[in-house]
């Protein structure tokens, strides 16, 4: 079993940052392709960003400029740095990670999600 957790979510004023980290346990064997998605109400989960094992990373074009993901292949984590925030940015925040476990077993994961709230 692998469980992905996220930390870090919490209510900033618009111009802020957060910080969002996501970790993953269990029994894993390799992390590749993690990412972070977000959903609003009343809208459709969306990809905000991804990386690689190799570090290469994709930004939504509502990410760049702002968002800076990274992991940490050691420790099998993740972490979403956001910046100069907007109102639009209000969501709920899951990671996502495509992990092959100790079994052979490949399967992607998510976590529960973190709530991001930027409002004045």
């Known amino acids: 079993q692998v469980q992905l957790v996220e930390f870090g979510g919490g209510l900033v004023q618009p111009g802020g940052s957060l910080r969002l980290s996501c970790a993953a346990s269990?029994?894993?064997?390799?992390?590749?392709?993690m990412r972070w998605y977000r959903q609003a109400p009343g809208a459709q989960r969306e990809l905000v960003a991804s990386?690689?094992?190799?570090?290469?990373?994709h930004y939504a074009d509502s990410a760049k400029g702002r968002f800076t993901i990274s992991r940490d292949n050691a420790k099998n984590t993740m972490v979403l740095q956001m910046n100069t925030l907007k109102p639009e940015d209000t969501a709920v925040y899951y990671c996502?990670?495509?992990?092959?476990?100790?079994?052979?077993?490949?399967?992607?994961?998510w976590g529960q999600g973190t709530q991001v709230t930027v409002s004045s």
């Open positions: 996502s990670a495509d992990v092959m476990t100790m079994l052979a077993l490949r399967n992607n994961y």
């Open positions: 269990g029994s894993i064997f390799k992390i590749y392709n």
């Open positions: 990386i690689i094992d190799d570090g290469t990373t």
